[in-house]
């Protein structure tokens, strides 16, 4: 199985480097010295990593034969596709490859279907699922474990518990509207409470006069 693990940003330097964006969570094993990438264009590749360092939390590889500026220009938004076994797993507990969470189905602990894991989206702050709901609009649901409570792959599905609004806006107004509601009842009675005060004080003052 072919995934993308990077894409080639801009030269860093005069003898061949490039700044990655990273798009594995396993860059020391897919981007290491050594290893030989397909591309995207294929008509690049393929690319064999000749040395690679973090330099100001990026990370910077270079290729063998390309020794400068104007060859590392030319590779700018190249994807670097690596080889990966369709049944190997990643090292760490709760870990997984884009590939196992594709077309994953996408319920609520009630069972209520939300719909199917698209794409994956890799931002700098968490990753997202895109998921394609029944009716065919998408929704974005943040990887996190406040909200994907399970991910099941024998059963090929993930499980969420997404706070008011993060599906369907309208759960978000009612809640709103229950809020707003509940405060106006509270103000209410607030209200009531100093009613009674005042007109308890006033029959006090009465009674002294």
Not at 115 to 128: C, F, K, V, W, Y
């Amino acid at each position: 199985m072919e995934l993308v693990v990077a894409r080639i940003g801009r030269a860093h330097g005069i003898k061949g480097e490039v700044t990655v964006e990273v798009r594995t969570d396993e860059p020391e094993l897919r981007l290491s010295p050594g290893a030989v990438l397909k591309t995207e264009p294929a008509t690049v590749g393929p690319l064999t990593i000749e040395t690679g360092r973090v330099h100001s939390g990026r990370l910077m590889l270079r290729f063998a034969g390309v020794k400068d500026r104007t060859g590392a220009e030319a590779l700018r938004n190249t994807l670097l596709i690596a080889e990966v076994d369709p049944s190997e797993l990643p090292e760490e507990e709760d870990e997984y490859y884009d590939h196992q969470l594709m077309d994953l189905d996408v319920v609520l602990e009630d069972g209520t279907e939300i719909g199917r894991i698209t794409e994956i989206s890799h931002l700098p702050s968490q990753d997202l699922f895109i998921v394609e709901r029944p009716d065919g609009s998408e929704v974005m649901i943040p990887f996190v474990e406040e909200i994907v409570a399970e991910i099941d792959l024998e059963e090929q599905r993930c499980v969420i518990t997404p706070p008011p609004g993060l599906i369907d806006e309208r759960e978000a107004i009612v809640v709103s509207t229950r809020d707003e509601d509940a405060a106006a009842a509270g103000d209410a009675a607030d209200a009531g409470d100093a009613a009674d005060a005042t007109s308890t004080d006033a029959a006090d003052s009465g009674d002294k006069a």
